[in-house]
């Protein structure tokens, strides 16, 4: 981010929490306990969505975050604070 923002290029980065995909299932099939175990450590007691990360990554790539560089963005439900 430091060596490019000079030609106007943003380096920024997403970290997502737990994300439910449908493929998840085959590892974790007893969803209940898993969310009860995730949501202990959330703020955001719900799952997150593959649209949740996908509108992070949409701002970032939009013009509102052109002054925006060399970050990390949890969308985590809050998971990382704890």
């Known amino acids: 981010a430091r060596d490019i923002g000079v030609d106007g290029i943003t380096v920024n980065c997403i970290t997502p929490g737990a994300i439910h995909v ?3 299932l085959r590892v974790h ?5 898993l969310n009860k175990r ?3 450590d959330q703020s ?3 799952r ?3 649209s949740d990360i996908a509108a ?3 701002f970032f790539a939009s013009p509102e975050a052109s002054f925006i560089t060399g970050q990390t ?3 985590d439900g809050g998971w990382a604070m704890y």
Do not use: C, H, M, W
């Open 44 to 46: 955001i007691k719900r």
């Open 38 to 40: 995730l949501y202990e």
């Open 56 to 58: 992070a990554v949409v």
């Open 48 to 50: 997150g969505l593959p």
């Open 22 to 24: 449908e493929s998840e």
């Open 73 to 75: 963005l949890n969308v």
């Open 29 to 33: 099939p007893d969803q209940e306990t």
